[in-house]
């Protein structure tokens, strides 16, 4: 069965710093990756996806992924954070070949001035 | 558009009480979906419908039931509330072929007591 783990419940990084929130993840087959954000008290929003090409995806917010096949690894990523940034993120693999998720556990991610 | 919403926000239930939980889309999306999410666990998935008139147990379908009677209403229904059922719910929806976006509800907060 697919599975995706997230390492780390937290991350704590001053604004203006880089941040790295790690997936990695277990598939069959070639794997379907995705990266959802939840901010206090709402659903979660979908972020940026990897399904094939480019081993850097782009998405919403300035956020990016990096795919890395040999390491098994989807890390999200931003050049410079925003105290705004503060959230929940999950990543989340599809199963098979429908339309179902298989979510992390989810890192909280915080901001500070 | 309303996107999905979620009927009620907050309730609290003794246990052996019943109740039901509304999701409303106005997407047209075909598929439809009831997570959990508790703490450390992230989201699990507890029932999905692909369409009108059919529903499909997820990971966590037991003390559940589901019905989708209409294409933009997925009913998520608790028999007899046990305290293990306090969590929050979450419903989503999707069109075909673009699993990965997954737009999700506000979510319901349950207490069991």
């Known amino acids: 069965a697919q599975s995706v783990a997230q390492p780390e419940d937290q991350v704590n990084v001053a604004e203006g710093n880089p941040l790295t929130v790690k997936c990695t993840y277990s598939v069959s087959g070639n794997p379907y990756l995705f990266w959802y954000v939840q901010y206090p008290n709402r659903g979660l929003q979908f972020l940026l996806k990897y399904i094939t090409g480019d081993n850097l995806v782009k998405g919403s917010y300035g956020f990016e992924a990096e795919f890395n096949k040999?390491?098994?690894?989807?890390?999200?990523?931003?050049?410079?954070?925003?105290?705004?940034?503060?959230?929940?993120?999950?990543?989340?693999?599809?199963?098979?070949?429908?339309?179902?998720?298989?979510?992390?556990?989810?890192?909280?991610?915080?901001?500070?001035? | 558009n309303a996107g999905v919403t979620q009927t009620p926000k907050f309730r609290v239930l003794k246990t052996g009480q019943s109740m039901t939980l509304l999701c409303a889309q106005d997407m047209n999306h075909e598929y439809m979906y009831w997570y959990r999410q508790d703490p450390g666990m992230g989201l699990r998935l507890i029932h999905y419908s692909v369409g009108e008139?059919?529903?499909?147990?997820?990971?966590?379908?037991?003390?559940?039931?589901?019905?989708?009677?209409?294409?933009?209403?997925?009913?998520?229904?608790?028999?007899?509330?046990?305290?293990?059922?306090?969590?929050?719910?979450?419903?989503?929806?999707?069109?075909?072929?673009?699993?990965?976006?997954?737009?999700?509800?506000?979510?319901?907060?349950?207490?069991?007591?």
């Open chain 1, 70 to 113: 040999s390491q098994t690894s989807f890390h999200l990523k931003k050049p410079s954070a925003l105290v705004s940034d503060s959230a929940l993120y999950f990543c989340a693999v599809r199963e098979g070949g429908g339309n179902k998720l298989t979510f992390g556990t989810g890192t909280q991610l915080k901001v500070e001035l």
């Open chain 2, 53 to 113: 008139g059919t529903t499909a147990k997820g990971e966590v379908p037991d003390g559940y039931n589901v019905s989708r009677l209409k294409k933009q209403n997925f009913l998520l229904g608790l028999e007899s509330a046990a305290p293990s059922q306090t969590s929050v719910y979450f419903c989503a929806s999707n069109r075909p072929g673009v699993p990965y976006e997954q737009y999700f509800g506000p979510g319901t907060r349950l207490t069991v007591t």
